[in-house]
């Protein structure tokens, strides 16, 4: 029971933890390049890591946190137009072959010892030197503030049944809502719409006390770090979903179905991809900021694996859709952590290790993307009749 | 003839029409009293085949003209070139075209579209994985909601969007894809695809539309509509250039025809005649076409030589030429 018990909350740490907020706006920002402009960026993190240069750099050499922000979002853009210009009149996969070698390039240089005054080589910008400013705004109090008054170590004192029953009444609560979704029209109304609202409320609740997040011992501000970048997710949701419902998200669906049909339109296909891609980095760099915050900037940290990691994420979640990055980088951290630690408490060391628990988690995660991509293509918000037809 | 008696003609009245391209200079290239499209000098080679050598082409405002020829005369890469989703060869060497008195020389695919010249493709790009509405509210030029700062408020497009909401609607009726509205494209059958490009294309309110093969694929009753849909399009003032194989079809709805052969203009002329313009023969069947290879009285030596010498000349012809 406290196996199973230690399993979860590593889980719902790891899911509400600022670096897959961090991810999922990264995620947010492909989706527009790849879900939605069908364009293929294979450097996002290429596009994180200079948001991350650009916001520590400047705060290290003791410029405000605003202009760091600038100094961040502004390299992302330049970032896209330098990749953008020569390759978005070409076919697809040159923009593939770029970005990926870019955000080498990125990272490469940031390795490099020549800057160590600036980019601190590979040992990277401890958090240490820029984080203090973003701290320092912080109104949650202490570092040690606790969100829920009932931030228990332990649910109940360790009393199984609490736990067996709690969980019960959570799966419930989520069979309720999913069934109220399918049938549709789950918001008719005042009473059904506060039901709604208050099961979810309940749902998530019982998921906090069930689940106990303690703090990462990082002498990180945690909750605060965590509020800001949830709450950047939120944001950054609610910004793609205004562009995608507007005429503009038309546009890209439409560039990405036929360029060429599009341009027999008028449209001027070149500057809307170049927006994209500038949109989609921008989000990427504001991502980047946000994982360095609870950590340091370290460049490989930020390299190819974690750009695949942004494509699992939202593989899983589903292209295309609003909710589904975010969806996509909370599941996909949580499963990994899962995994890891199930591997870990179950299986002998003898069999597998700590360190081969972890080789391991990846192995099952690209065997589920493997998975996911042959038997629900559309991931798991996807809409099947947007893709049935892409033969 | 001056441009005001061309204006005041109706041209929905067939007479008219027939009357005021009895007047055309009939040559390849001829010059048209009042031409909307003008093209000079383009020429578009493929390492050392030349697709298309077209030395001058007008095109009458208001009327249906055919742009006919054999498989491989480069009609679609002609059409390509004028707009702008190819480059000619001979682009800053003579190469100008000219649509409704704007030269489009060095304008991209989209500047082509916004001058009002709209084309569809032979093979139809409806964009499966939208519904028709939308594949129709693309269509529409200048929307605000296309512009990235404007497209996050609502308030900005939404009432342009009703008004071209309201404007596909229309259209849908015309083509009788109404019912097809909120379906994804990529449902629609071959024919009704053709017809949602068409109906695309007229979104943008074009003065003139280029149909790449419209009647490829098309069975025999859509084939109907659609031709009664192009002739409509010409009858409201609309200037129609369309590529088609199909003889009946042309001969059927075009006020003009002009004929490629191997890259080159070599005919124009009214629909009836053209067809018996030895050219258009030469360039459908071959040079060769009314020798009866089964006929017995060919097979004698004399015959035999005389062919060889003919294939020979010919040889030699085409080894000078190069």
């Known amino acids: 029971m406290d196996t199973i018990q230690l399993i979860l909350n590593g889980m719902m740490r790891e899911a509400l933890s600022p670096q897959t907020a961090a991810v999922a706006i990264a995620v947010i920002g492909l989706n527009i390049h790849f879900g939605f402009t069908g364009l293929l960026n294979m450097g996002q993190s290429g596009f994180m890591l200079l948001g991350a240069y650009g916001f520590a750099i400047s705060i290290w050499h003791d410029l405000p946190m605003v202009v760091g922000l600038l100094f961040g979002f502004g390299a992302a853009l330049i970032f896209a137009l330098i990749l953008g210009a020569p390759t978005l009149k070409l076919r697809g996969d040159y923009l593939a072959i770029v970005t990926i070698s870019a955000a080498e390039i990125i990272r490469y240089v940031g390795r490099s010892a020549l800057l160590t005054d600036f980019t601190g080589s590979a040992q990277g910008i401890p958090g240490s030197q820029y984080r203090s400013s973003f701290t320092g705004l912080s109104f949650f109090g202490s570092g040690s503030f606790t969100l829920i008054p009932f931030n228990y170590t332990d649910v109940a004192d360790g009393a199984a049944w609490v736990r067996v029953l709690g969980w019960a009444i959570a799966i419930a609560i989520v069979v309720v809502l999913v069934l109220r979704l399918r049938r549709g029209g789950a918001f008719n109304g005042i009473a059904q719409a506060a039901l709604m609202g208050l099961l979810l409320v309940a749902g998530v609740f019982l998921l906090f006390f069930l689940f106990p997040v303690p703090n990462q011992r990082t002498g990180v501000n945690g909750w605060w770090v965590r509020f800001v970048a949830w709450g950047l997710v939120l944001l950054c949701t609610f910004v793609v979903y205004l562009l995608v419902r507007s005429p503009w998200g038309r546009l890209l669906r439409g560039i990405r179905e036929d360029e060429d049909a599009i341009r027999s339109l008028g449209k001027n296909v070149f500057s809307i991809k170049m927006q994209a891609l500038i949109i989609g980095g921008l989000f990427g760099a504001l991502g980047g900021i946000v994982y360095v915050l609870p950590a340091s900037v370290q460049p490989d940290s930020m390299g190819r694996s974690l750009t695949f990691f942004c494509y699992t994420a939202l593989l899983i979640g589903g292209a295309a859709t609003i909710f589904g990055p975010v969806l996509g980088a909370v599941i996909f951290f949580a499963a990994r952590i899962g995994i890891k630690y199930t591997a870990a408490a179950y299986v002998p060391d003898s069999i597998m290790n700590n360190q081969q628990t972890e080789q391991f988690s990846y192995i099952v995660v690209g065997v589920a993307l493997m998975l996911i991509v042959i038997f629900r293509p559309q991931g798991i918000l996807g809409n099947k009749r947007e893709l049935r037809f892409n033969v | ?322």
Not at chain 2, 32 to 39: A, E, H, R
Not at chain 2, 132 to 137: F, H, L, P, Q, R
Not at chain 2, 174 to 197: I, N, P
């Open chain 2, 1 to 322: 003839m001056s441009d005001q008696t061309v204006a005041s003609r109706n041209l929905a009245d067939p007479v008219a029409r027939r009357e005021l391209v009895s007047g055309f200079d009939a040559s390849p290239g001829g010059s048209k009293p009042d031409s909307i499209l003008l093209v000079d000098k383009i020429t578009r080679q493929f390492g050392g085949m030349t697709a298309v050598d077209v030395e001058h082409l007008e095109v009458q405002r208001g009327l249906i003209t055919a742009l006919i020829g054999p498989n491989g005369a480069g009609k679609t890469t002609f059409f390509n070139l004028i707009t702008g989703f190819d480059r000619p060869t001979s682009a800053g060497k003579g190469a100008h075209w000219a649509f409704d008195g704007r030269t489009l020389d060095k304008t991209s695919a989209s500047s082509v579209a916004q001058a009002g010249m709209v084309r569809t493709f032979q093979l139809t790009k409806a964009l499966s994985a939208m519904t028709v509405i939308e594949n129709m509210m693309l269509g529409a030029q200048n929307q605000a909601g296309e512009n990235l700062f404007k497209s996050m408020f609502r308030g900005s497009w939404r009432k342009q969007e009703q008004e071209i909401e309201a404007k596909a609607d229309e259209l849908l009726a015309r083509f009788k894809l109404y019912e097809k509205k909120d379906d994804y494209a990529g449902s629609l059958s071959g024919g009704q695809r053709k017809l949602l490009e068409m109906a695309r294309a007229l979104m943008s309110d074009p003065k003139m539309i280029m149909l790449d093969e419209p009647m490829a694929g098309v069975n025999p009753a859509l084939t109907q509509s659609l031709l009664g849909h192009i002739q409509g399009l010409r009858d409201e003032g609309m200037t129609v250039l369309f590529v088609e194989h199909d003889m009946h079809v042309v001969r059927h709805i075009s006020d003009w025809v002009a004929v490629m052969a191997e890259g080159r203009l070599v005919a124009e002329g009214p629909a009836d005649t053209v067809m018996s313009n030895p050219a258009v023969i030469d360039a459908y069947l071959g040079a060769h076409h009314d020798t009866d290879l089964g006929d017995d009285a060919l097979l004698s030596d004399e015959a035999f030589e005389q062919i060889e010498g003919e294939v020979e000349a010919e040889r030699e012809a085409e080894e000078e030429q190069q």
